[in-house]
């Protein structure tokens, strides 16, 4: 994992949360037949923590060089929550 040890002393993620992003960020480099990158799928219910599990693999992804990241969501109301997770990640 490519992330500030901070993330860990500090416990920005839980450890549930931060072993979820190992497993993403193992998939992530992995490529399929097709040359193209895996993906991971994240089915966590409401109060998991999927936006900041969402931050952290951008943040990881950035320190690998990785500089292109597009955020989706359901509505505009969540644009708030996810500027914060991604600012205390």
């Given amino acids: 994992i490519k992330v500030p040890y901070r993330i860990v002393t500090e416990r920005r ?3 549930p949360q931060l072993e979820v992003l190992s497993h993403a960020t193992l998939r992530f480099q992995r490529r399929l037949p097709s040359s193209e ?3 991971f799928f994240l089915g ?3 109060g998991c923590g999927k936006g ?5 693999c951008i943040l990881d992804s950035w ?7 597009v955020w989706l969501s359901t509505g505009n109301d969540l644009i708030e929550d ?3 997770d ?3 990640v």
């Fill in 52 to 56: 900041r599990m969402i931050a952290a």
């Fill in 63 to 69: 320190n690998r060089g990785k500089n292109r990241h």
């Fill in 44 to 46: 966590d219910g409401t």
């Fill in 82 to 84: 996810a500027r914060r």
């Fill in 13 to 15: 993620l839980s450890n």
């Fill in 37 to 39: 990158a895996a993906g």
């Fill in 86 to 88: 991604l600012r205390d």
